[in-house]
């Protein structure tokens, strides 16, 4: 937690929705730090989620090979700023928002294209965090859909 919200910082975790989440977190003050290390903390956690995610992984592996675009009408920096309509029917240069996810993505892609072989892994320092994470994370009940297939 970077802004010391504690309470807002909960309440995000006891989301019970992306958006919900998404919602609460536009109320929580970002440190100038923050904003300055957004996209860098993002790619990261979009790498992790590569390294981690297979089926992400070939994805993007095997996205045709044009800009992603993130159609979000609640958020400027990440998305497109318009709804998937407006997305697909404006030119980017009009778009009001920045498309950072887009932008992280597009380029992960590439990455993941020029070394088509090569599974991407996480830094040690992500993959300490990531055993952490897991470590920390509350037991969730088996449904008998997961799978260990790697």
Not at 117 to 126: E, F, L, M, R, V
């Amino acid at each position: 937690m970077r802004s010391g919200d504690v309470p807002r910082a909960t309440a995000i975790q006891e989301a019970p929705s992306a958006l919900d989440a998404k919602l609460i977190g536009n109320k929580v003050l970002a440190s100038e730090n923050f904003i300055n290390s957004q996209y860098d903390i993002m790619k990261e956690i979009v790498e992790a989620k590569v390294s981690q995610c297979r089926d992400f992984h070939d994805i993007l592996k095997n996205a045709p090979p044009k800009p992603v675009f993130v159609e979000s009408t609640y958020d400027d920096f990440w998305g497109s700023g318009l709804n998937i309509a407006g997305t697909k029917h404006t030119n980017k240069t009009a778009w009001p928002g920045k498309n950072m996810l887009g932008d992280i993505i597009t380029k992960l892609s590439k990455k993941i294209k020029k070394n088509k072989n090569a599974w991407i892994t996480p830094k040690a320092s992500d993959a300490k965090k990531l055993r952490q994470c897991h470590k920390n994370r509350a037991p969730q009940e088996d449904d008998g859909s997961s799978s260990d297939s790697e």
